[in-house]
Structure formats: structure tokens, C-alpha cells
């Protein structure tokens, strides 16, 4: 019989009948598959921040379309009020005129009647 590898390879030895022997493996192999995961999880992390500073951009560009539409509708709407307002006085001013001029009328109305009630 072969003796047995010092780092447990299969095949090396047969002792007590087991041909597949769980390897040991060395510190450097270790190290080169922490290093393998760390780059792994440093890509995945660096596609990640580039997500979301991706996505950060596009909600700062909404979030400043919002902010010009609102000011966009408040303009709106003061326009909107001072025409409103305008309106309001207009119809003030027709309002008396045409309580002036029912008067006027209605004085008249009388006058003539008196005149040519004599």
C-alpha cells in the first residue's frame, strides 16, 4: 500500500479503504479565493453605487421639472385671481352705472309725467 499524502489527496494511500480523502487546502489557495469573493463584492457594490447615483440624478431632474411646473402653476394662478379681480371690479362698475341710469330714467319718467300732468 501507498502511504498516505501529508495533505490528504485522494488516492495518495488507502488506508482504511477510503480512496477520496477530503483535500486540505493551502492558505494560498484560501487567500486567492477571499480575494476572487472580495472583488466579486466590490464589483457587485460599485454597480450598485452606480445605480443609485443614476437613479439619484433622475429623481434631483424630476424633483426640478416639479419645482418649474409649480411655480409654472402658481403664476397660473395669480394671473388668474388678478383677471378674476379685474372682472369683479368691471361688473361693480357696470352694476352702478346701470343703478345710475335705471335712476336717471326713473326721473325722468317722473318729470314727464308731472309735465304733462299740468
Do not use: C, W
Not at 372682472?87 to 304733462?116: G, M, P, T
Amino acid at each position: 500500500m501507498k502511504p498516505a499524502d501529508p495533505n490528504g489527496a485522494p488516492g495518495a494511500g488507502g488506508q482504511g479503504g477510503d480512496s477520496y480523502k477530503s483535500y486540505t487546502v493551502s492558505p494560498a489557495t484560501r487567500l486567492l479565493e477571499k480575494r476572487r469573493q472580495m472583488y466579486e463584492k466590490q464589483e457587485e457594490y460599485e454597480s450598485k453605487k452606480k445605480e443609485s447615483k443614476q437613479a439619484e440624478l433622475e429623481f434631483r431632474d424630476q424633483e426640478k421639472k416639479l419645482r418649474e411646473k409649480d411655480l409654472e402653476i402658481q403664476e397660473s394662478m395669480i394671473q388668474f385671481s388678478v383677471y378674476l379681480q379685474e372682472n369683479e371690479r368691471k361688473k361693480q362698475k357696470a352694476d352702478e352705472k346701470i343703478k345710475f341710469e335705471k335712476n336717471l330714467l326713473q326721473e325722468k319718467e317722473e318729470e314727464y309725467v308731472r309735465k304733462h300732468k299740468q
